[in-house]
């Protein structure tokens, strides 16, 4: 399956490659809601919390609050895929493009990890960013049975602290 955020966002490095880009977040959003499990969260995240509501109307007042604060709990669900959108989006404006190399990597074909993982195999290892630092990785992407050990993979960085890293796909 081709990962349809990954090709947004090459298509925009291609034709702005340094930062600040110009990118909307309505663009953002429209690609990340285009994903399959994006919208399996968007709508379990609905269909659990507005039947709280729902509820809420028609219970005593004292019952009331405690449906309208589990309504408003469960609303963090759906919310998930824009602050994944945000996520991309700032990383996209802001990000820098960098190639880290793989140190070690294990692939598993079988994987249950995620919904991609079903279908393209998930890979997990560690890479290293130029500056040398090691970081940790899982990719679920169709390119992931292709990464081996000293393979170059490109990444957008915003900061590898609070993982803040895009990977790309390998560098050819």
């Known amino acids: 399956m081709k990962n349809s955020i990954t090709e947004y966002i090459r298509g925009i490095l291609q034709v702005q490659a340094e930062p600040p880009r110009q990118v909307k977040y309505g663009e953002v959003l429209r690609v990340v809601l285009k994903e399959r499990s994006m919208k399996f969260v968007l709508f379990f995240g609905l269909f659990i919390a507005l039947p709280s509501f729902l509820v809420s109307s028609s219970v ?46 294990e692939y598993s074909r079988n994987s249950r990890n995620t919904l991609n993982a079903l279908e393209n195999g998930f890979a997990q290892g560690t890479w290293q960013l130029p500056e040398g630092q090691l970081i940790n990785f899982q990719i679920d992407q169709s390119w992931a049975k292709y990464i081996k050990v000293g393979s170059h993979v490109q990444i957008l960085v915003v900061s590898p602290k609070f993982n803040g890293i895009f990977p790309l796909g390998l560098r050819d």
């Open 60 to 105: 005593k007042s004292s019952d009331r609050i405690f449906f309208l604060l589990v309504g408003l709990f469960f609303l963090l669900v759906p919310a998930v895929p824009f602050y994944y959108a945000r996520r991309i989006f700032k990383a996209i404006k802001m990000g820098k493009m960098l190639s880290a190399e793989v140190k070690s990597v």
